[in-house]
């Protein structure tokens, strides 16, 4: 299964995009063997600065077709590392080909996009700014793939 980061914002050469980077090759070559990835960052900006609605419209279109939609968002569930793993392989169990992980901009996600997705994913009650989530996002797309394959990194 393919992972689409879908996000509003270009983010720049810095030490966050050095982490994004290294989490998503660590998640590659682990995921590999286990039927998921690659994991891609598609990155949308509404140059307009026409809303919401706007972003909406972008990240649409830069949604496979047929993909599980996944919205990071406030919110959204809360879970467990392994919960979250055991959703990745569920979801890759059923025979989707693409994920859509969608994450918005400063004002969040528009509503009628976060109505449409599949499931919608939180980490925790505070706002956290879009390059932050990036971050986490990625880390736990590694962390899932080496509890999927009974590694050592996660620690329960």
Same mark, same amino acid.
């Given at each position: 299964?393919?992972?689409?980061?879908?996000?509003?914002?270009?983010?720049?050469?810095?030490?966050? !995009?050095?982490? $994004? #980077? #290294?989490? =998503?090759?660590?998640? +590659?070559?682990?995921?590999?063997? =286990?039927?998921?990835?690659?994991?891609?960052v598609?990155?949308?900006? #509404?140059?307009?600065?026409? %809303?919401?609605?706007?972003?909406?419209?972008?990240?649409? !279109?830069a =949604?496979? !077709?047929?993909?599980?939609?996944?919205?990071?968002?406030?919110?959204? !569930?809360?879970?467990?590392?392994?919960?979250?793993?055991?959703?990745?392989?569920?979801?890759? +169990?059923?025979?989707? *080909? #693409?994920?859509?992980?969608? $994450?918005? %901009?400063? +004002?969040? $996600?528009?509503?009628?996009?976060?109505?449409?997705?599949? &499931?919608?994913?939180? &980490?925790?009650?505070?706002?956290?700014?879009?390059?932050?989530?990036?971050?986490? =996002?990625a880390? *736990?797309?590694?962390?899932?793939?080496?509890?999927?394959?009974?590694?050592?990194?996660?620690?329960?």
């Amino acid at each position: 299964m393919r992972l689409h980061i879908c996000a509003v914002g270009r983010l720049r050469a810095s030490p966050e !995009k050095d982490l $994004i #980077d #290294d989490y =998503l090759t660590r998640f +590659d070559r682990t995921g590999r063997a =286990l039927g998921l990835g690659p994991a891609s960052v598609v990155e949308v900006e #509404d140059k307009k600065n026409a %809303g919401m609605a706007a972003e909406a419209a972008l990240l649409r !279109k830069a =949604l496979p !077709k047929g993909a599980v939609l996944c919205t990071l968002d406030e919110r959204g !569930k809360v879970m467990s590392s392994p919960d979250f793993a055991s959703r990745l392989a569920d979801w890759r +169990d059923t025979g989707r *080909q #693409d994920l859509a992980l969608v $994450i918005g %901009g400063a +004002d969040g $996600i528009d509503p009628k996009l976060r109505a449409e997705a599949d &499931f919608s994913l939180s &980490f925790g009650k505070m706002v956290w700014p879009h390059m932050l989530v990036r971050v986490m =996002l990625a880390e *736990q797309l590694y962390r899932a793939a080496t509890i999927l394959a009974g590694g050592p990194y996660h620690r329960s």
